[in-house]
């Protein structure tokens, strides 16, 4: 089993960062992939995909939308995964998701292929 906590979520005026931190606890935590998402407050919306890591913290995918705003970055030494948001703007807003596959998992885009899921934090970016 993980266990995820994220923390960093608030609010913020467009343009502005924000950097949300996901702590993983559990036997062997730090070796899985690890990735965010998230879902707008939108009735029937599902979880979008935001970004991904690989278990080293060797190699990142971005949502297409979201490259050169956010990065995404893993201490290692930790079990921890960072997502630093810039430029932030009013359609950012939603519940940001940290989720982790399993052990030594490539990168991967699907919400379905991640096992453990974090409570969520919530991230408001006003106009």
């Not at 608030?10 to 070796?31: E, F, I, N, P, Y």
């Not at 030494?77 to 939603?94: F, I, R």
């Amino acid at each position: 089993q993980v266990q995820l906590v994220e923390s960093g979520g608030g609010l913020v005026q467009a343009g502005g960062s924000l950097r949300l931190s996901c702590t993983a606890s559990g036997r062997t935590s730090s070796a899985y992939g690890m990735a965010w998402f998230r879902q707008a407050p939108v009735p029937g919306k599902e979880r979008d995909f935001v970004a991904a890591i690989t278990w080293d913290g060797g190699t990142t995918v971005y949502a297409d939308s979201l490259k050169g705003r956010f990065t995404i970055s893993k201490d290692h030494t930790k079990s921890m995964v960072n997502l630093q948001m810039s430029n932030l703007k009013p359609e950012d807003t939603a519940v940001y998701y940290c989720a982790a596959g399993r052990p030594y998992m490539d990168l991967r885009r699907s919400q379905y292929e991640y096992n453990y899921w974090g409570q969520g934090t919530q991230v408001t970016v006003s106009s």
